[in-house]
């Protein structure tokens, strides 16, 4: 079993819509928890960070963590054409040395 | 603020051909990452550096693959000899190590390397 689990895609929505990527995890330690997007032939950037549980909104994106079922959303509102990417969640423990787990990654195209 | 500065950005080598890989972190930063992301998954990570000293390298093919990070700033991935199944985006990443707030990983744009 991988330690964090993303369902690959693709997911195609039409532009406008509301869109829900997520992720599980099995290791009770994270504590961090990511969402990159990837752009085609690019190195992933950071879109949201949220520590332990919750929920954080920035913009059009909302990501929520809930650690007693191991499972991260990333919500998009509104979505556009420009933000069809990859969306990778990662996770890492506490700690300066903790590793950063990536998902396998979920395609994501916004039809105009 | 300067990003992560990797090159090449291209290579294409044979099989059995050694190859190597530069990064620049972040200034300030003393975690440095570098992950293997093969088309269609998410990266993995090789090895994990804090300053000069190794953190993690359980998933760096040994037997093929080494890296260094001299001084604690810049570092090289080098593969030798290289085989098919290396072709792959070789992404580095580097972070603040405070355990804090602030520890979120910034990318390089990758170096793609194609094995023929």
């Known amino acids: 079993q991988k330690e964090v689990e993303q369902d690959p895609g693709p997911l195609s929505v039409p532009e406008g819509a509301i869109v829900s990527l997520n992720c599980t995890y099995s290791n009770s330690a994270f504590q961090y928890f990511m969402w990159y997007r990837q752009y085609s032939r690019k190195g992933p950037e950071l879109l949201m960070y949220?520590?332990?549980?919750g929920n954080k909104e920035d913009g059009r994106f909302t990501a929520q963590v809930d650690k007693s079922s191991k499972y991260i959303s990333l919500f998009i509102r509104d979505s556009q054409p420009s933000d069809s990417a990859t969306y990778l969640c990662a996770m890492r423990e506490v700690g300066n040395t903790g590793k950063l787990i990536f998902g396998q990654g979920t395609t994501l195209q916004v039809k105009p | 603020e300067a990003g992560v500065a990797q090159s090449p950005r291209y290579k294409i080598i044979e099989k059995r051909q050694s190859v190597a890989f530069w990064c620049n972190p972040i200034?300030?930063?003393?975690?440095l990452y570098w992950y293997q992301q093969i088309l269609g998954q998410g990266p993995k990570l090789l090895i994990q550096?804090?300053?000069?000293?190794?953190?993690?390298d359980s998933q760096l093919p040994k037997d093929r693959f080494s890296a260094e990070r001299l001084k604690g700033v810049d570092s090289t991935l080098k593969i030798q000899p290289a085989k098919l199944e290396d072709s792959a985006v070789y992404l580095c990443?580097?972070?603040?190590?405070?355990?804090?707030?602030?520890?979120?990983?910034?990318f390089g744009q990758g170096t793609r390397l194609t094995v023929v």
């Open positions: 200034s300030g930063h003393a975690t």
């Open positions: 949220t520590y332990s549980s």
């Open positions: 550096f804090q300053n000069n000293g190794v953190v993690d």
């Open positions: 990443a580097s972070s603040y190590p405070t355990g804090g707030l602030n520890t979120e990983a910034f």
